[in-house]
């Protein structure tokens, strides 16, 4: 989402993709090498049969700490309207997230603590029945670089694995793109 705050010029991309209109993927990724979090993961299944070369990493956890996380930060996104003074780059943002995340998503639903955690549980249900699964890793990231550094075939760095995207850096990134 970083990306599309950054790039204002893709929203309309993002929101022909979301009507269902066919895509040219490689407009939107070209410069790129991958793609992390919202949009792409919303339309993995597109991207997936798109390139179908890439691996795919899905990130998983328990579904309570998953909702811990999401109704302290994106659930508090959605429905947010965009103002116009915010700054260019974020004002139309919330319509994307709201119609991506809550609707398509969750059905509208995303504030159902129930509904959301059924959501996250179909997601990942439909992650895992997904017919190639050699091009998935179903990846915890309190494994490290292990587990992700094998499926990527690539040596593991000698750095300590990363930990970010806290609650902090989020509200951080959002204060950051409204000033």
């Not at 795919?56 to 947010?80: D, N």
């Not at 709201?98 to 398509?104: P, R, V």
């Not at 050699?134 to 494994?143: H, M």
Request: aromatic share 12%; with cysteine; hydrophobic share 40%.
């Amino acid at each position: 989402m970083d990306e599309v705050i950054a790039n204002p010029d893709q929203l309309p991309v993002w929101r022909q993709a979301l009507r269902g209109d066919d895509v040219d993927w490689s407009t939107v990724f070209d410069g790129y090498r991958s793609a992390v979090d919202w949009p792409a993961a919303h339309f993995w299944e597109q991207l997936a049969d798109a390139y179908p070369k890439a691996k795919i990493i899905h990130t998983t956890r328990a579904p309570e700490q998953w909702w811990t996380s999401f109704s302290s930060t994106v659930g508090k996104v959605i429905g947010m309207k965009g103002s116009s003074d915010g700054a260019e780059q974020i004002r139309n943002v919330p319509e994307l997230i709201n119609e991506m995340i809550a609707k398509q998503t969750f059905g509208s639903s995303h504030e159902d603590k129930s509904a959301a955690l059924q959501a996250f549980k179909r997601r990942d249900a439909d992650v895992r029945s997904y017919p190639a699964q050699n091009r998935i890793l179903i990846f915890d990231v309190t494994k490290g670089w292990n587990p992700l550094c094998t499926f990527l075939e690539v040596p593991i760095p000698h750095e300590p694995f990363p930990h970010s995207n806290s609650r902090e850096e989020f509200w951080a990134l959002i204060k950051s793109k409204l000033s």
